[in-house]
């Protein structure tokens, strides 16, 4: 008889055992999937806001500015514009920040606020920053970030 309760005992305090480590790797992977989710989002917003900057600038200037040029990401005061009448359209002012902000990081990228210079987006080099054409004027941006890098099934380069 006490051989029959001893294996309950260790059926039942396995059962509780393995019940807990389940919960526990759930808790974890819901864990990870919210900070990826949050990172898809500060990416998206931040893309969102870039846009939307460009595309006053260009209303006021007639002219995208050039991100890609050397200190810019850091300090967006090197992109003040100065009208013939002498007047003063900063993009930094327009877009409210003074620096291009970083594309979050995580195992596939690091974070970056590197800006580069292309016309194909689907050929971006996927490390982290943002991908600008600049050269044909369009004022088009996207991340440069590979497919799906934050599970959510986006694909940065259409984005």
Known sequence: MKKNIDWKVML???TVILGIAVIILIGIYNIN????ARRAEATLKNL????IAL????????????LTK???KDNLKLLDFKTPAGEIISFAEIYGRNSI????ENERVNSS???YNTDDFRNGTNIGGWNYDYSGHTGEIHA???FNVFSQNMNWCEH
């Open 12 to 14: 039942g305090t396995g």
């Open 113 to 115: 606020n590197e800006i």
């Open 144 to 146: 440069n970030l590979p």
């Open 55 to 66: 595309e006053k600038y260009y209303t006021l200037t007639k002219d995208y500015p050039d």
């Open 70 to 72: 050397e200190g810019v």
């Open 33 to 36: 999937d919210l900070k990826e």
């Open 101 to 104: 902000p970083k594309t979050p």
């Open 48 to 51: 969102r806001e870039l846009r």
